[in-house]
């Protein structure tokens, strides 16, 4: 019985070692970007109040604010990107004295999120919800688009700055680079993202007073830049280092 020896050229090919050799030295670098870009969305929030001795006339209140502002915010048309309600709650509040469980008055409040492309209308919403009678707003707080081309670009540097470092470190070696092994992404993340960030534009303005017919002056705000950082690790192979002494080695 002989054995079934294969010479089939579609033979499976060792394995690459996972470390350089002397004839395939490997170098490994980190490539890094940060980009100082313009922000592309802005984000407020808007909380409706409202308080009575009685629920009903509470809850109208509330009712009558929150379609006030929805309605506002309506009519800035395609500047408003995004309109959505995150809670709403009514609650009672109790006497501190006294027996038994007796209502002092109702708490209502509805809050939503605004986001606008449109940092001109963004000052003249800004003011004139601020406005409205005990409605609150909070930001704005800046922030680019999870596809905006800033993302991409800063990888696209980063790449290329971890294949500068890689040939600069070959050619001190008087080598030159051979062939990328590897290309890991630790990821390109804006720091101003969707939470609120430090630095924001404006914190919080206080509750609004009455309606009023004459319009409030529009707040002047500057948009905030974004930092956009992109990080990557390369390993790349590299032809045989001239080790040889220069001519002042020894």
């Known amino acids: ?4 020896v294969r010479t ?46 009685d629920r009903r006339a509470a809850l109208d209140d509330l009712t009558r604010r929150n379609a006030d502002v929805l309605a506002l915010v309506k ?3 395609d500047s408003v990107e995004k309109l959505e309600t995150g809670s709403f709650s009514i609650s009672p509040e109790l006497t501190r004295h006294g027996r ?12 939503l ?7 001109t209308a963004l ?10 009678d005990l409605t609150r707003i909070g930001g704005p707080w800046w922030s680019l688009r999870p596809d905006s081309p800033a993302h991409g670009e800063a990888r696209r540097q980063a790449v290329r700055e971890a294949v500068q470092r890689a040939r600069e470190y070959a050619e001190a070696l008087g080598a030159s680079l051979a062939a990328l092994v590897e ?9 101003g993202g969707y939470a609120p960030a430090p630095g924001y534009g404006m914190q919080r303005a206080a509750y609004g007073g009455a309606e009023s017919a004459d319009q409030p002056p529009v707040l002047d705000l500057e948009p905030q830049r974004q930092t956009v950082h992109a990080q990557v690790n390369a390993r790349f192979t590299m032809t045989p280092p001239d080790l040889s002494p220069g001519p002042t080695g020894r």
């Open 100 to 111: 038994g469980e007796r209502v002092r008055a109702y708490h209502g409040s509805v809050h």
């Open 8 to 53: 089939t050229d579609d033979a499976p090919a060792s394995a690459a070692p996972p470390y350089g050799t002397p004839e395939t030295p490997r170098v490994a670098v980190r490539g890094e970007a940060r980009l100082e870009v313009d922000p592309e969305i802005a984000r407020i929030t808007v909380t409706v109040n409202a308080r009575g001795t």
């Open 123 to 132: 000052g003249e919403l800004t003011t004139r919800l601020a406005d409205l």
């Open 75 to 77: 009519s800035y048309g």
């Open 183 to 191: 290309l890991a992404d630790l990821g390109a993340e804006n720091a």
């Open 113 to 119: 999120t605004v986001e606008l492309a449109d940092f």
């Open 1 to 4: 019985m002989t054995d079934d």
